[in-house]
């Protein structure tokens, strides 16, 4: 483990150095210098693609696509994923702490996963940065050296090695090129929370790099939920000529948290600052650790693109949980070490005369996973009650065509060949259950077929059909059982996969700017996990058959122009806007043999998220926000309890500059709502009384903070 001071250090160092490099580099011009024209744009990446360069693939990508930057997180808190992708259609987040995000679904992908969510890729400038089993970490992402998010939903995440229904988030960071030469920004608020980050970029010469530093403390709304986190990140990029650059990337972060648990549904409406009793008394808590080098080479020209890219990265987790003589998960400490790489080459050479873009790709992965249990007595370690290693290797190999058959008309045609492998070895066989060791093989194939037309330069319509196809993870294969004799137990499972159809739009129109997609996923062998009424995962299994179907819109409209300051020639006027999203979550059970067509429970059915911002020319904004669930959902698949709707109201304000200092106040749930951020769902409420599932959200909330730039 990292201790908070020698991160520091660090990355003031690699800061204090990009200044430096920076200063230098303006400190050898002359004093005075004979006035000089330049005209052309400014170097970028190519290895980090800009926001502008991002937006472009919406003209290429046949399904649901958003990009989503920083600029609009900076505007309130930036501390996590629910600040970065809010108003995002069709992902949901959940936290069970409110410091971090604990679930993550896209489409329902990953419904029921939590802790290490399972069912959204998550990469950095196209490298994975899952886990081998497909788990990912959200703690080892800064947002605050993101530049912005690349979402893409469904079947145009498989050119990335997604395993996945919900799709790929491709995170892309500053580098030099584009980040502010030197940016201190600090953040305080309600329940003790204090967030600071310092960062720099420069370019010289052929190099040019970005570095930040992030820290994190918060006590908590709830009782036994103080977090504290530290994050160091860098890229350095070395541009041989216009056309060749490589970067390579340093991830460093460590985390300690205590988890208040879950609560019953009265107990959470009575009083939602407490915690599970046991949580204090076993000092439930989560400690990570993590260490991750990456590298990439990027080549670019005209006619072809080359990505070749690997990486290394290893974790260091304790979680300390529940424990009784009935479930002896208790402590779990292990580490995972990660191996990978990538390869993706695109080639737009004309075929039969006309635009085509052939796209190859194989994203290889390894993951070693050495873990030992311990009974949890008062929050230290007792005698051990498991102990194992998990591996996973993933081998995605991608092929797809997109051929342009007018300039407005294209067709795609891909298809992606995956093998996989989960292998446990039992290391621990003294126990009742004996030896649980076991290996399994998997083989998938995914082909898709879609097509966008585009409208206009700004608009575009879409249809794809495609087939997803997720192996489970270590997590899922191995879990503790419940009883006296409470051990390990590996439950064979299969993938599940599903056939999938999408239709959309997207596009631009005088004030207006829409996303709009709708589709329908046919599941096959559906991976759902289900709790106790402790809310300890107790194993996941195979659903023969589910459908999920669902809509994803946004729609921002520039309501007014000039309202008070009018349009010159050199600045534009203020604007009032609406900017929303909606989605809609429909899934279901099909004809299940003990649920029937029931709802498949976790998750909000309806979701509205709205915010109505004034923006003035000379950098003030203010205005209010809502984030809605408008109905109630099942947390039991016999959906027996209910998680209620809620409507949380929120306001902004702030002062926004390039350069110099920038100031907000970001007000959250103002009503004090009393509401269920996150739930762990279990298999029926009537034989499993007063369950201890959920996890109350943060009650009305404050928080300011000041940036300064140059």
């Known amino acids: 483990m990292w201790r908070r001071w020698s991160v520091l250090a660090t990355i003031a160092v690699s800061v204090f150095g990009i200044q430096t490099a920076h200063a230098a580099d303006t400190s050898n011009n002359p004093a005075e210098t004979a006035e000089v024209t330049v005209t052309g744009e400014a170097p970028d990446s190519l290895t980090s693609a800009s926001p502008e360069e991002s937006a472009k693939q919406k003209t290429q990508v ?59 890729m998550f990469l950095l400038d196209g490298l994975n940065f899952n886990q081998g089993d497909g788990e990912s970490v959200l703690e080892d992402f800064d947002v605050a050296a993101l530049s912005h998010a690349e979402v893409f939903r469904g079947a145009d995440a498989l050119k990335y090695g997604a395993l996945t229904l919900g799709g790929a988030i491709n995170l892309v960071p500053f580098t030099g090129y584009d980040a502010a030469p030197f940016q201190v920004r600090l953040e305080g608020g309600s329940y003790g929370f204090f967030r600071g980050d310092m960062s720099g970029g420069a370019v010289q010469g052929k190099f040019d790099e970005f570095a930040a530093i992030g820290f994190r403390a918060r006590e908590g709304f709830r009782e036994h939920s103080r977090e504290n986190t530290e994050i160091l990140f860098d890229d350095l990029g070395y541009k ?30 009575d009083d939602p600052s407490q915690a599970n009793p046991l949580a204090i008394a076993q000092d439930w808590n989560k400690e990570l650790s993590n260490v991750r080098l990456a590298d990439k080479l990027s080549i670019r020209t005209d006619e072809i693109q ?4 690997a990486y290394w990265f290893h974790h260091d987790i304790e979680n300390r949980g529940f424990s009784s003589p009935d479930f002896r998960e208790g402590i779990e400490q292990f580490y995972s070490d990660n191996f990978g790489g990538t390869l993706n080459f695109v080639s737009r050479h004309e075929l039969f005369g006309q635009r085509n873009i052939l796209t190859i790709g194989l994203s290889p992965q390894y993951e070693a996973e050495p873990t030992q249990n311990y009974e949890n007595i008062f929050g230290h370690t007792g005698a051990t009650t498991a102990r194992g290693e998990g591996s996973s290797i993933n081998v995605p190999a991608y092929l797809e065509d997109q051929l342009y058959l007018t300039p407005r008309l294209s067709i795609l045609a891909g298809a992606q060949a995956i093998f996989a492998e989960r292998h446990f070895k039992d290391e621990f066989v003294s126990d009742a259950e004996g030896s649980q060791s076991n290996r399994q093989d998997f083989w998938g194939f995914n082909p898709k077929l879609g097509a966008i037309y585009e409208i206009n330069r700004k608009t575009q319509a879409f249809v794809n059909v495609s087939r997803s196809w997720q192996p489970p993870s270590i997590d899922n294969l191995v879990d503790f059982d419940e009883g006296p004799t409470s051990s390990v137990v590996y439950t064979p499972l299969s993938p599940q996969h599903a056939w999938t159809i999408e239709v959309g739009t997207r596009g631009e129109y005088s004030r207006f700017e829409w996303e709009l997609s709708l589709y329908r996923s046919w599941f096959r062998n559906e991976l759902l996990e289900v709790n106790d009424v402790f809310g300890n995962d107790i194993g996941t299994r195979n659903v023969p058959r589910t459908n999920h179907q669902g809509i994803e819109a946004s729609l921002e409209v520039e309501l007014l122009r000039d309202i008070l300051v009018p349009k010159q020639s050199n600045r534009t006027g203020d604007r009032l806007s609406l900017d929303q999203s909606y989605t809609l979550n429909d899934f279901h059970f099909d004809q299940n043999a003990v649920d029937g067509d029931n709802r498949l429970p976790g998750i909000p059915v309806h979701v509205y998220e709205a915010q109505l911002l004034y923006q003035s020319p000379s950098g003030f904004y203010a205005g209010p926000n809502l984030q809605c669930n408008l109905s109630r959902y099942p947390v039991d698949e016999a959906n027996t309890l209910f998680a209620d709707s809620y409507v949380l109201l929120g306001f902004r304000a702030g002062f926004r500059r390039t350069n110099g200092f920038s100031v907000f106040l970001d007000c959250r749930n103002l009503t004090n709502q009393r509401y269920a951020s996150s739930v762990d769902v279990i298999a029926d409420a009537r034989t499993e009384l007063n369950p201890e599932i959920f996890h109350p959200g943060d009650g009305r909330s ?6 300064w730039s140059w």
């Not at 971090?100 to 802790?115: A, C, D, H, L, Q």
């Not at 460093?252 to 009265?266: A, H, I, Q, V, Y």
């Not at 404050?702 to 940036?707: D, I, N, Q, R």
């Open 702 to 707: 404050f928080y300011g903070g000041v940036s």
């Open 62 to 120: 046949p399904g649901a696509f958003t990009v989503r930057t920083s600029d609009d997180m900076k505007l309130g808190r930036a501390s996590n994923f629910e600040d970065l992708l809010q108003r995002t259609p069709g992902v949901f987040l959940q936290s069970e702490n409110g410091a971090e995000v604990s679930k993550i679904s896209i489409r329902g992908s990953g419904i029921t996963s939590e802790g290490e969510p399972l069912g959204v």
């Open 240 to 269: 041989f000529n216009d056309q060749v650059e490589n970067r390579f990337y340093l991830t460093l972060d460590r985390t300690n948290r205590n988890l208040p648990g879950g609560l019953t549904k009265s107990e959470m409406e």
């Open 306 to 309: 080359l990505d070749v890219g």
